[in-house]
């Protein structure tokens, strides 16, 4: 049992602390707080936001038209910022589809971003927002193997046609994939059983199921045949494809139940300050690429719209490479723009305060004061993390609550598992990991992206052990480490890393280039991070780097063990920097051609919910934490 907090945060009298995902910011005024709860489509902005439920419309009903959703009124200390002069006026994008192109089911390798590479795509096409699917956490049951391009051998059940019965569900332990699915007339079934809002065939679905080619296994079909093994960037050994989706059909939908492994949030993220609400309208599959779209718009109050995805509790991984290739939004040299690409472990969802509260941003297994709030005992020591840390909280080291699911844990209590050898819990948590975020120096007008971990607890002042060999920086004439190191809600490693300026934006129109990023890690405590920027290694933290602090009394900190879900967004926030209304130009998107998970063949990990660290039944048991 963690004791109470000795010294609770100071009363909100100041400027609000807003969160994640942690953001690189030239103000060092500014101190995020942790990715809490955002409210949701159909309940009020809230200024001074609590903990308590928020209304959420049920998993179990269609999503209503944009038409249909109830407004919200925005915070009444949210000023609006003006509009910028005008819209973009290049329509860049709007390439008519090339008939024979559209005959190949292999996407053209796009290393220009021309009319020409975007027009090449699958001739599949997937149903609008009306259909539902979910798959169990668990990948096992999905009767498909971890390196084949994805399919099983019974696709042809799950092929709908202009006859087929709706089946509601069925358990997640019978030994077929665990996916809604229409029944050919030949299997006679008429009775389908319902499914519970607490089964992990997945409590999104309604039991309803879009038209599909089957191309829903973890790899893509569409994913080339040279991209099936990589070389790590680590030690140069092969990496084996593990998971894929190249958006190569067109017109896909991401709300709640309408693709296995990605759901768009509708929900205004108040913890930064956000400018735009988060609606599923702003993510969509076009011209062979994931699009996500930052509009100004009217939208439940607010001015703007934007748009974020995520694996959560769909797809996860540990271990491994992470893989992207994206255009980024907006042009290099205006600042304001806030496109992101980052994981997180299963146990907390962002967005969903109750379940990150305790969580984030923890990867830690020792029992000790790195566990309790405050990383203090309730004596107020050590004295050293009550003085000379974060100068915008008196100085105090952390205002984190404790870990949730800690080492402590004493048998019996609440906790996932899995235990230790010596039968104590393993302490478990949500790490964060940034692909990147991308910023504009706003003094060298210079695109740039941070690459960042977040952690918890922290070290003295937040400052990691660089002094012995943990720090690798290939080329520092691109790449220098962030001035921003935490505050009391964060501990981060980042570095600011230059982009390629000369084609890697959106405003360069049909010129404009798909850029590779990623990070490859190694997880525990001899593990390592490395981060890729426009496909090289941009920088590398090895665990440690985190090691014990004898001050402030943090042990190794573990490199994240968790299962990581995957998210991207595309934001605008004066929380996140300054922000040029009268420059930027709206629309904005983010172009992402593919997302990639390779692993060493022999250390696989695939799933939300692994043996070794399991998230099913502590999710199942807290299920309003994570939904409400």
């Known amino acids: 049992m963690l004791p109470a907090n000795p010294r609770p945060p100071r009363p909100n009298n100041g400027p609000q602390i807003r969160g994640g995902p942690s953001p690189f910011v030239q103000s060092p005024a500014y101190r995020p707080a942790p990715p809490t709860r955002a409210h949701h489509a159909n309940a009020p902005i809230d200024p001074n936001p609590t903990f308590g439920k928020l209304p959420l419309a049920s998993f179990m009903q269609t999503v209503p038209a944009a038409s249909e959703r109830s407004p919200a009124v925005p915070p009444s200390n949210m000023l609006m910022p003006p509009a910028p002069p005008q819209f973009y006026n290049r329509r860049i994008f709007e390439a008519e589809k090339d008939p024979e192109a559209s005959s190949s089911s292999t996407k053209v390798e796009k290393s220009r971003f021309s009319f020409d590479s975007l027009t090449s795509r699958s001739t599949a096409s997937l149903a609008s927002s009306s259909g539902k699917i979910a798959l169990s956490a668990d990948p096992e049951s999905w009767e498909i193997n971890p390196g084949t391009p994805g399919f099983s051998p019974d696709d042809w059940i799950r092929v709908a046609t202009a006859r087929t019965t709706e089946v509601q569900a069925y358990s997640p332990d019978e030994d077929l994939l665990t996916i809604a699915f229409p029944i050919i007339n030949k299997f006679g079934l008429d009775k389908p059983r319902s499914l519970s809002t607490t089964t992990f065939a997945g409590f999104n679905a309604t039991g309803q ?217 393993v302490g478990r948590g949500s790490p964060e990991i940034d692909i990147f975020e991308a910023t504009v120096d706003g003094v060298a007008k210079i695109g740039k992206v941070s690459q960042s971990a977040q952690w918890a607890p922290y070290n003295l002042r937040y400052k990691p052990d660089f002094t012995n060999g943990s720090l690798i920086i290939p080329n520092p004439a691109i790449t220098e480490i962030n001035e921003f190191v935490g505050g009391v809600f964060q501990q ?69 063990q968790e299962p990581m879900y995957i998210i991207a967004n595309l934001a605008l926030s004066e929380s996140f920097g300054f922000i040029d209304f009268a420059n930027l130009q709206f629309p904005a998107n983010m172009y992402i051609d593919y997302i990639r998970v390779y692993q060493k063949p022999d250390q696989i990990n695939v799933g939300c919910s692994p043996k070794d660290f399991p998230t099913e039944s502590y999710i199942e048991n807290h299920i309003e934490a994570y939904t409400k």
């Not at 490859?520 to 405590?525: A, D, F, L, R, V």
């Open 209 to 425: 199921i879009p038209a599909m080619n089957g191309n829903f296994g973890l790899i893509d079909r569409d994913t080339p045949a040279n991209a099936y093994t990589t070389v790590s960037y680590q030690d140069g050994s092969e990496l084996q494809l593990v998971f894929s989706d190249e958006f190569n059909v067109d017109g896909r939908t991401f709300y709640p139940g309408d693709d296995p492994y990605w759901e768009a949030e509708d929900l205004y993220y108040w913890e930064t300050g956000n400018l735009n609400w988060y609606d599923p309208d702003a993510v969509i599959t076009r011209n062979g690429s994931l699009v996500i779209t930052l509009s100004q718009q009217e939208s439940h109050g607010l001015q703007y719209q934007g748009g974020l995805i995520s694996s959560w509790n769909k797809f996860c991984f540990t271990g491994g490479l992470l893989e992207v290739s994206a255009i980024l939004p907006g042009a290099s040299d205006i600042q304001g723009l806030w496109p992101a690409i980052w994981s997180m472990g299963n146990l907390g969802r962002m967005g969903y305060g109750a379940s990150l509260e305790g969580m984030w941003p923890y990867t830690y297994d020792s029992c000790d004061v790195g566990t309790l709030p405050n990383q203090t005992f309730p004596d107020g020591t050590p004295l050293a993390n009550t003085q000379g840390n974060d100068p915008q909280n008196f100085g105090s080291l952390s205002y984190l609550p404790g870990q949730r699911l800690s080492a402590c844990t004493c048998s019996g209590e609440d906790h996932p598992g899995p235990k230790a050898a010596d039968g104590s819990f």
């Open 492 to 560: 981060t490693t980042s570095a600011l890393v230059d982009t390629n300026s000369a084609c890697g934006y959106e405003a360069s129109g049909a010129d404009a280039c798909f850029n590779t990023y990623g990070f490859e890690y190694s997880t525990g405590n001899d593990g390592y991070i490395t981060w890729i920027s426009s496909g090289q290694v941009s920088w590398s933290i090895k665990a440690e780097a985190m090691k014990a602090d004898p001050v402030s009394g943090a042990s190794q900190r573990p490199v994240s």
